[in-house]
């Protein structure tokens, strides 16, 4: 059995490199580091959002439009989490992305835009009243070899939200996507 030490050794060493991987794996996001978050947060800002909707249990009059044909339903959205989906995924507050957003703010606004044009989220507009939220927009852009996607995305607190998105795939052709809810 010469050959079981050099094998107790490799699995060894494999165990010790899969545990140095998940520790590095499981690193907590910057938040919970302590460290303070340059840009708008816009994961805190709709999830708290979502909380006060989903306790409001208000029925919201969704329309939903792709290439020109709409559908409008009156009904009660179960998880608003999952509805803000692409707003929560449009968040700049990426360690690796700390300087790559430019700010200017304004009297009632806050503008980001993106430095460089690779970053998916290429503007995001905060307006505030007396320190207030009363709207975000967010344009998202994708491009590539393959496909292009434009997402402008609206959110008007206890008014309406709205997702535009713009798809044009080079083998299957292009698809217009227009969700609209109104509160």
């Known amino acids: 059995m010469y050959w079981y030490k050099p094998l107790k050794r490799y699995t060894l060493f494999a165990g010790g490199l899969l545990l140095l991987g998940s ?3 499981c690193k907590p996001e910057i938040k919970e580091t302590g460290a ?3 840009y708008f947060d816009m994961k805190d800002f709709f999830r708290a959002d979502s909380a006060r909707l989903a306790a409001a249990n208000k029925p919201v009059v969704k329309t939903v439009t ?3 044909v709409t559908e409008t339903k009156k009904l009660l959205i179960q998880n608003w989490g999952q509805e803000f989906g692409l707003f929560v995924s449009s968040d700049i507050n990426k360690p690796a992305w700390k300087d790559s957003y430019t700010i200017q703010q304004n ?3 806050i503008v980001y835009q993106a430095k460089f044009p690779e970053l998916k989220t290429r503007r995001l507009v905060i307006k505030k009243q007396d320190g207030k939220v009363i709207s975000v927009s967010v344009l998202n852009n994708i491009s590539n070899l393959l496909y292009n996607t434009t997402e402008k995305l609206m959110y008007v607190p206890g008014k309406y939200y709205q997702i535009e998105k713009d798809q044009k795939v080079k083998v299957m052709g292009a ?3 227009v969700v609209k809810g109104v509160f």
């Open 175 to 177: 698809n217009n996507y």
């Open 107 to 109: 009297a009632d606004s």
């Open 23 to 25: 520790w590095y794996a």
């Open 66 to 68: 792709h290439n020109g």
């Open 36 to 38: 303070t978050l340059k």
